[in-house]
């Protein structure tokens, strides 16, 4: 992207680029298999995801996320997956500025 983004522009870039960087281009599969995913998620998740050393519950999050069943997060699975992120940390903002009126 062009130098000069917006403070919003460069974060939308970085969760993209870091889809690409975990989801190594195998052919047309721009998916991450498991262990790309596990490894995701315990490098850059650890603070806002639970358990990311637990297997087991690593293996629940992606069964969750996985809607086409093929084992593999699709971008539009991971990207779910940081909406729901956003999700819960809007919320939280929003207890947080309720509690300071």
Do not use: P
Request: charged share 30%; glycine share 4%; net charge neutral.
């Amino acid at each position: 992207m062009a130098s000069g983004c917006s403070e919003l522009e460069s974060a939308i870039e970085v969760l993209v680029r870091n889809f690409y960087v975990y989801a190594k281009r195998k052919g047309k599969d721009d998916k991450m298999n498991k262990k790309e995913f596990l490894k995701m998620v315990t490098q850059e998740m650890q603070h806002v995801l639970t358990n990311t050393q637990n297997k087991e519950a690593a293996n629940k999050l992606i069964h969750s996320l996985d809607a086409d069943g093929d084992e593999k997060i699709s971008f539009d699975e991971y990207w779910t997956l940081i909406g729901e992120i956003a999700k819960k940390l809007s919320l939280q903002m929003a207890m947080q500025c309720q509690e300071r009126q």
